[in-house]
């Protein structure tokens, strides 16, 4: 029989390396009102080795930075000069979650802004270097329309 995958983990999981982890931990949970599940320290360090966050019931991991276990190699988006990946939520009220974030300690990298497909929607990159964006729907955009939104955009934008 095959075990049932525990609630707040079905589908994708994301796992970031921050560092360091211990500080990460806070941030999220002050920025994002993230709450700590479970923590696994590495002995003899302040290093954390493993820990599971959750946003409204959805579970995220994380861990400090471990280069001697990655061909002595940092794996952090500050390391790697920023990250092409973006953490993506809806929220209640986009304006709200950037001035929380920000507030944080969080870079506002895009306000938020009413966009053509429909959302309020607006993007910070935390202090491990991670860009959140956040939307709000505002109303139902029909296909034609975004087409021709698109159509009209400028070059590079």
Not at 82 to 104: F, N
Not at 107 to 135: L, N
């Amino acid at each position: 029989m095959t075990p049932k995958i525990p609630p707040g983990r079905e589908g994708f999981i994301p796992h970031l390396v921050c560092d360091p982890c211990i500080e990460a931990i806070a941030f999220y949970e002050k920025a994002f009102g993230a709450k700590e599940l479970f923590r696994l320290p590495m002995d003899g360090t302040d290093k954390i080795m493993h820990c599971e966050m959750s946003i409204n019931g959805h579970s995220f991991m994380m861990a400090d930075d471990f280069p001697e276990y990655c061909d002595g190699a940092s794996q952090t988006a500050t390391s790697l000069g920023g990250t092409p990946v973006t953490l993506h939520r809806y929220v209640p009220d986009c304006d709200a979650a950037i001035a929380q974030a920000e507030q944080a300690g969080a870079t506002v990298r895009m306000p938020a802004t009413d966009m053509f497909w429909g959302d309020r929607y607006g993007v910070v990159i935390d202090p491990f270097g991670h860009k959140w964006s956040f939307a709000t729907p505002q109303r139902s955009v029909p296909p034609e329309e975004l087409t021709e939104a698109m159509k009209a955009m400028p070059p590079g934008s």
